[in-house]
């Protein structure tokens, strides 16, 4: 709004002519300058002091401000860079597993147990799957012939007295049967590890 003055009626004299002192009329109009001049002056100083206060938040505000940018900075420099790996990690699923790495930036959880073929066996559930390896006294492999045939069973006889050669040829040739098929257990097992070789 623009600042207007009161104005002076033509019609009001500016003294008295007896006395030549201001008249009534014009002193009122003086007054009302007067007024309006330091009405106008207060609401200047109002408006200044408000300035004076917006300025002073305007300063704290960009203080505030330079120092969000100064932690933004910070935070930035020690920020870890952006990673296909990571990108790849972060899609992976809650569940409890083992991870596993398919390719450069491929990635998989496997789970512990034996609910599938792909899963993770455990010590516990390994050790019914499996032959655990023996660590005990070392065992040396048989010489001579190894068989993994099948055969039968030796069913003992009565043994006269004396012995007649064919009762002691059948319990050598029996005896040959069981060695040859303990040597080839013995091989298997120590090739497997069950024993140590």
Known sequence: MAFRLPRLPRSVALVEAATQYATIGFQKW???????????????????????????????????????????LSLDAGKQDSSDILTAL???SDSLGVLEQTGPEAFVKRPIGTSADTDILNRGTADTRYVQQSVGAQWAS????????????????????????AEVQAIADHVQILSRRMKA??????????LTP
């Open 30 to 72: 003086w007054q009302s300058v007067v007024s309006k001049i330091e009405a106008q002056e207060e609401t200047q100083n109002q408006i200044i002091a408000e300035l004076t206060e917006t300025q002073a938040e305007l300063a704290a505000q960009q203080a505030a401000m330079a120092e969000a940018q100064e932690n933004i």
């Open 90 to 92: 972060s899609g992976l």
């Open 142 to 165: 048989p010489s001579g012939t190894a068989e993994r045939t099948t055969y039968t069973t030796y069913t003992a006889p009565t043994i006269t007295n004396p012995p007649t050669q």
């Open 185 to 194: 257990l013995l091989d298997d097992l120590r090739t497997n590890k069950a």
